[in-house]
């Protein structure tokens, strides 16, 4: 364990969850437990807390209630988005996605590659901005989906995923957006676009692990991932997760209530960071600098230095960043992402990701300010 007190600045990994979530949570495992499709009064009330929470987190993404499936997570979401659109689209062998996506998206991409699809990867710019340019000839009468995340895991940059639905549908191709990161941190009215589908994920918010939801456009076809029973009106066969659902719904309403703090406290929380380790240290440059970004997230390169061992020497001071995805903590690759963006193996290598949120401190923020110094001076040295 560590000797300090546990700082946490890697919530683009996951969140804390928020005691009020869990305080709504416990009842459903204990007294509530009922199994919502039950017709009994005590299935109802799992079925009523279900219904809230649709609510809730219908509210989060600005759209209607029906149009929320509850699902086992942001990877469930992502690959039933991708499904759905294939089986109503069998003649159609095309898909278009980034070069920067999460490997929820990655896989099962590569896995349809392996099964006779193509797919068109869209690159991007020193800054991890989407390369938009050729977006209207890429997307095609062939292509059966496209998928682009509405802002970066490792970068914060955020995609113009609406401008970019638009164009989809003019050319009658479904269009699904993995907003996991984004959720929660920027606004969200999807209903207003033409988004077919939307992915989130309830421990980004400060939700509970396992649980997650997929936005789907009313005004198009669906084909479900899961068969068997009847529940979410037929569009995911599987007894609810009634605690996990209810934690979401919670967890998106208190993430409506403080989007303005992300915008302002997160943010500034974030920028003071930023500017202040650039002060302190030198060699140092901004892995998505002058893009728009999300307002919790920086990337930085620190020259000279392997980032598994600065993560080393964090972790014993009691910090937590990190070098890239989660998903592909101890890898010896280089991230994906910042190799897109046309850095170099050694840049990539050397780049640490810190992402905030609402239970950061300045205090905080001033501890590392007062360890991190000392970790690139040592191993520059090394």
């Given at each position: 364990?560590?000797?300090?007190?546990?700082?946490?600045?890697?919530?683009?990994?996951?969140?804390?969850?928020?005691?009020?979530?869990?305080?709504?949570?416990?009842?459903?495992?204990?007294?509530?437990?009922?199994?919502?499709?039950?017709?009994?009064?005590?299935?109802?009330?799992?079925?009523?807390?279900?219904?809230?929470?649709?609510?809730?987190?219908?509210?989060?993404?600005?759209?209607?209630?029906?149009?929320?499936?509850?699902?086992?997570?942001?990877?469930?979401?992502?690959?039933?988005?991708?499904?759905?659109?294939?089986?109503?689209?069998?003649?159609?062998?095309?898909?278009?996605?980034?070069?920067?996506?999460?490997?929820?998206?990655?896989?099962?991409?590569?896995?349809?590659?392996?099964?006779?699809?193509?797919?068109?990867?869209?690159?991007?710019?020193?800054?991890?901005?989407?390369?938009?340019?050729?977006?209207?000839?890429?997307?095609?009468?062939?292509?059966?989906?496209?998928?682009?995340?509405?802002?970066?895991?490792?970068?914060?940059?955020?995609?113009?995923?609406?401008?970019?639905?638009?164009?989809?549908?003019?050319?009658?191709?479904?269009?699904?957006?993995?907003?996991?990161?984004?959720?929660?941190?920027?606004?969200?009215?999807?209903?207003?676009?033409?988004?077919?589908?939307?992915?989130?994920?309830?421990?980004?918010?400060?939700?509970?692990?396992?649980?997650?939801?997929?936005?789907?456009?009313?005004?198009?076809?669906?084909?479900?991932?899961?068969?068997?029973?009847?529940?979410?009106?037929?569009?995911?066969?599987?007894?609810?997760?009634?605690?996990?659902?209810?934690?979401?719904?919670?967890?998106?309403?208190?993430?409506?209530?403080?989007?303005?703090?992300?915008r302002t406290e997160v943010a500034a929380l974030r920028d003071f960071f930023e500017r202040s380790v650039l002060e302190r240290i030198s060699g140092v440059r901004v892995n998505g600098g002058g893009a728009c970004r999300l307002p919790n997230t920086t990337n930085l390169a620190f020259e000279g230095i392997e980032a598994e061992g600065a993560l080393i020497m964090l972790d014993r001071a009691g910090i937590c960043a990190s070098a890239g995805s989660a998903c592909t903590a101890g890898s010896l690759a280089p991230s994906h992402v910042?190799?897109?963006?046309?850095?170099?193996?050694?840049?990539?290598?050397?780049?640490?990701?810190?992402?905030?949120?609402?239970?950061?401190?300045?205090?905080?923020?001033?501890?590392?300010?007062?360890?991190?110094?000392?970790?690139?001076?040592?191993?520059?040295?090394?």
């Amino acid at each position: 364990m560590p000797a300090d007190p546990l700082i946490d600045f890697d919530a683009n990994a996951t969140t804390r969850v928020d005691p009020r979530v869990v305080e709504a949570m416990l009842p459903f495992w204990t007294e509530n437990y009922g199994n919502p499709s039950g017709g009994y009064r005590f299935g109802k009330i799992a079925a009523n807390a279900v219904r809230k929470a649709r609510e809730q987190v219908a509210r989060l993404l600005g759209c209607e209630p029906e149009a929320v499936l509850f699902t086992s997570g942001g990877t469930e979401a992502n690959a039933t988005a991708i499904h759905s659109a294939l089986e109503l689209n069998p003649s159609r062998k095309r898909l278009v996605t980034s070069s920067v996506e999460h490997h929820a998206v990655i896989k099962p991409l590569e896995a349809l590659e392996a099964h006779g699809y193509s797919v068109t990867r869209v690159g991007v710019d020193g800054k991890g901005n989407l390369d938009t340019i050729d977006i209207d000839h890429i997307i095609n009468n062939e292509t059966a989906l496209v998928s682009l995340m509405a802002a970066n895991n490792e970068t914060g940059v955020l995609f113009p995923v609406e401008a970019l639905a638009s164009k989809a549908r003019e050319r009658g191709v479904f269009f699904h957006t993995d907003a996991i990161q984004a959720a929660g941190k920027v606004p969200l009215k999807v209903s207003e676009t033409a988004i077919s589908f939307m992915s989130i994920s309830a421990h980004k918010i400060h939700g509970p692990k396992g649980v997650g939801a997929l936005y789907i456009d009313r005004r198009v076809a669906f084909r479900p991932l899961f068969l068997g029973g009847g529940q979410e009106g037929g569009k995911r066969a599987g007894t609810e997760n009634v605690p996990g659902i209810v934690g979401l719904g919670v967890a998106a309403e208190l993430a409506a209530e403080a989007l303005e703090n992300e915008r302002t406290e997160v943010a500034a929380l974030r920028d003071f960071f930023e500017r202040s380790v650039l002060e302190r240290i030198s060699g140092v440059r901004v892995n998505g600098g002058g893009a728009c970004r999300l307002p919790n997230t920086t990337n930085l390169a620190f020259e000279g230095i392997e980032a598994e061992g600065a993560l080393i020497m964090l972790d014993r001071a009691g910090i937590c960043a990190s070098a890239g995805s989660a998903c592909t903590a101890g890898s010896l690759a280089p991230s994906h992402v910042l190799t897109a963006m046309g850095f170099s193996r050694e840049r990539a290598r050397s780049s640490l990701r810190f992402s905030f949120s609402r239970f950061n401190t300045r205090a905080e923020v001033e501890r590392v300010l007062e360890v991190l110094p000392g970790i690139v001076a040592r191993l520059r040295g090394l």
